[in-house]
């Protein structure tokens, strides 16, 4: 079976809820964290982050994880923050560039953006995604998501696995 991480930023919880759901329906896949050096809140955080949007800023971020490199795909789970990729995801995918394998992302949010998303992680990194798919932060609220989510992990294993077949044979009984 492909190995998978699930990295997640959140700032009010959504998305590493969709993280966790989704390690939770994929056996095997393993969960990283992204958290910001310094937490927001209130108004002040509100701003900073619309700021870190509008201007592309990357802000200091700590990442709490196995190592992207160890995988076959990473999958990205972040917010959208006016219209674009939240702030701390840039600063993981920019610090990581060389060293993320294949690139998921999903999007969660109010209602648009997750196209602008998509295609500055593809800019950043040099190269299409794998997959992609955006969820409404009301949908993860009230579960509706679970399916969306499950579909989504198993679109991509089946991907995974077809480009690394070789963890198939690795697993299979040889021939005596
Ligand atoms: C600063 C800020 C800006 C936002 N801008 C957008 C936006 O442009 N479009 C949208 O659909 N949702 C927007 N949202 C809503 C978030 O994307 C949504 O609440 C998401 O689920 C938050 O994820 P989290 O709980 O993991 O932090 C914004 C939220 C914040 C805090």
């Avoid at 509100?46 to 490199?69: K, M, T």
């Avoid at 992302?105 to 794998?130: H, K, Y």
């Amino acid at each position: 079976m492909s190995r998978i991480l699930v990295v997640s930023f959140s700032w009010t919880g959504t998305c590493t809820r969709l993280a966790k759901l989704m390690c939770s329906q994929q056996p095997g896949w393993q969960l990283g964290e992204i958290r910001l050096e310094k937490p927001r809140k209130g108004q002040a955080g509100y701003w900073r982050c619309v700021l870190d949007s509008v201007l592309r800023l990357r802000p200091a971020i700590r990442y709490e994880g196995p190592f992207p490199r160890d995988f076959d795909a990473v999958v990205l789970v972040s917010p959208i923050w006016a219209f674009s990729l939240a702030g701390p995801m840039r600063s993981f995918v920019h610090t990581r560039r060389e060293h993320l394998p294949d690139v998921a992302v999903i999007s969660v949010m109010g209602g648009a953006g997750a196209a602008n998303a998509v295609r500055e992680v593809e800019r950043i990194i040099g190269r299409p995604s794998a997959l992609h798919a955006a969820f409404t932060m009301q949908d993860v609220e009230s579960g509706h998501a679970g399916i969306g989510s499950r579909r989504f992990g198993d679109a991509l294993r089946e991907l995974e696995d077809s480009k690394h077949p070789e963890s198939f044979a690795a697993l299979s009984p040889r021939p005596a």
